[in-house]
């Protein structure tokens, strides 16, 4: 391998890899340089590394965001702010307070180094490939184990070109092309991949463009997304005032790729997302005039200078319709200040625009659900139904440009009729003030870790045992969510330390008797179709199901980080070896399988009998030798607590 040219993740993956080998399909470890948690998924995160019984975080950096648990309409997200800036004191983390921003805004301004790999316990990690780093999103045990110092293992992806051509037309934004890409590769086109840019078109989009296309990457269910760090990656870390971290990054010339991907940049126009998936994209034009309620700008795809001055510029001297409510909501305190000290926020206000907090907010319904049935334009990556908080509600995703022209006309609209475009340039450096950034304790100093009421102990899970016969307790279509498997919205959200708590909810938008028929039922399994478990990297939805009792999940293919935690909570993932199989399995169905410790150890393909249909179920375990012996074990906790035991 090391004569052969090489693609940039190859590059980085080869100087960072700790075990295996760089064989499409092949479990590798790598190890990690930087991790990232929030306040959604920092608390079992911190809980499981406190379980993993080290003293302090070993990796160059590694920090926990709150800026997902905002509102605080009970002392639950308080409570675990307490939690996890004290804990982040006393295990060497960075914590960043509420009110500096969303992670991913964040670590690009202030962390991100090309080359450097990131691991988050946020699916959208991935914005950091706009500098060419390669950040990964994973479930938040696999982040502890990874801020433990050891490695972080996954199937090593087939790469896949995206060769850029061209340039973005006026009023056409890299959403659109995001959006494009979506429409190209669907929700599930991008599994196995990771996806590398490449071409010409590169060079015409500046990184905070790039951060759109690589946040919203995960979305085809690609690993990640990586650009090349180039005069431009320059640019951004000298407006960041961080030149030292920046270096040039590329793949060899002739570096081979599985497959290619071309998008002419200047053959793009406006793009939209219909209800209620993020491929379900076409010309604004094709949709235009949809009435809308609500438009909200920010999250992490689209909350920088650039998106919001542009937006700012749009709506200066103009009031949008008294129908409409018009959110923005900043993606950091920098990008805040600048809009602030630039006269746009005063142009926002003066529009008639409400002006949220600097956090993810309305992006997963933590405020701003919108009315029943509503239609809220959103400049954010995902509209899967409950997302906003309402579930009648009917989400368009779209660029800010779309989005401000459409607030100001009251219904969806083609930017390109707004006349004139918007040219934002970037000041001549941005502000730079770190100081909502906690550091961490220096070593030896003693840090009492604050413990309110809101976090309870981790649950237990028991080795897999010798033999399963439970009911098939939910049957489900394709592309399920990990929003329908645990809900988004603020009063779910504020019980992500409380297992037994937020157990309650899941499946509660697909099917509201779910849960009290898992906890009835011995075992139990659910069925679905193809790529289970899509969208967020929340490792509760695989967390809770084993807490009420779930044996595992039999699929026609699985989303990487749910198959992934999936396997860390000791939840057998299992794939249909015959689809056809998928449509004999009736709700209620009694599935029993013997021996079944040591037909998973084989790692050979085993049957289910299924006594009411009196059929034999094909089923292949979808796991690594080493997840094997995690599924024994009953769980990746359980594994390293009797290896220490040892
Ligand atoms: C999301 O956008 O869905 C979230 C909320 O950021 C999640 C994290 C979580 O649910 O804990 C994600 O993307 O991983
Ligand atoms: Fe936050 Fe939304 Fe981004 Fe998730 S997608 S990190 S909820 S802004």
Redesign the pocket.
Known sequence: MRDMPLTLTEKIIQAHLADGEMTPGQEIGIRVDQTLV?D?TGQMATLQFEALGKARVSTKRSVIYA??NILQVTSHNADDHAFLRTAARKFGLYFSKVGNG???QLNLERFSVPGDTLLGA???TTTGGAVGELAIGAGGLDVAVAMGGAPFYFRMPQIKRILLTGSLPPWTAAKDAALEILRRLSVSGGRGYILEFQGPGVQELSVTQRATIS?MSIETGAITSIFPSDERTREFFALQRREGDYRPLSADPDARYESTLEIDLSSLEPMVALPHSPDNARPVRAAQGVKVAQVAI????N?SYQDLMTAARILKGRRVPPQISLIVAP?SRQVFLELADSGALADLIRAGARIMEV???F??G?GQAPHSGGVSLRT???NFPGRSGTPSAALYLVSPETAAVSALKGELTDPREFGAPIVVRAPAAFQVDDSLFLAPAPPGEETEIIRGPSIAPLPRFAPLPEALAAPVTLVLGDNVTTDDILP?GAHILALRANIPAISRYIFSNVDPDYVERQKASAGGFVVAGANYGQG?SREHAALAPRYLGLSGVIAESFARIHQANLCNFGLLPLLFKNPADRAKIRAGSVLSVDDIRAKVASGKDFALHDESAGAEIAVRLDASPRQIRVLLAGGLLALASSAKDA
Request: include cysteine.
């Open positions: 929030h959604a800026d997902h969303i992670c991913h946020d699916s959208h946040n920010g999250s992490c795809t909350s993606g956090a993810c907010g992006c997963n933590v954010a990556n995902r988004a967020s």
